[in-house]
């Protein structure tokens, strides 16, 4: 049986979450959880050690998505991020925790 990939989701979009969310599980995958906030995501992480999470990069609260990934980053959890915003400073800023990769919202499928 071939290995089922577990995927944290950390959006702060519901509609975007959700849509994330049936894709992956229609592609196969395992959504761990899905998280509108940095510092939810990181107590899910703890808990179901996800294999990759998905991450928005700019999110409300005390933890954005670029802290977050760096905190996923030392708990050994790739990290794939989700962005509207693709200006250099930003992305600059986000590529010091060695993300896996980056996906521009709106994506395509």
Do not use: W
């Not at 959880?33 to 409300?60: F, K």
């Amino acid at each position: 049986m071939p290995q089922t990939y577990r995927v944290l989701i950390l959006e702060d979009d519901a509609d975007l979450a959700e849509e994330l969310r049936l894709k992956l599980e229609q592609l196969g995958y395992t959504v761990s959880g899905v998280c509108r906030n940095g510092s939810e995501a990181l107590t899910l992480a703890h808990a179901q050690r996800p294999d990759v999470a998905l991450v928005d990069i700019v999110l409300p609260g005390e933890l954005d998505g670029i802290q977050g990934a760096a905190r996923f980053r030392q708990m050994g959890i790739p990290v794939v991020y989700l962005t509207a915003y693709a200006d250099d400073a930003l992305l600059d800023r986000a590529k010091v925790t060695e993300p896996y990769g980056y996906i521009v919202k709106p994506y395509n499928e």
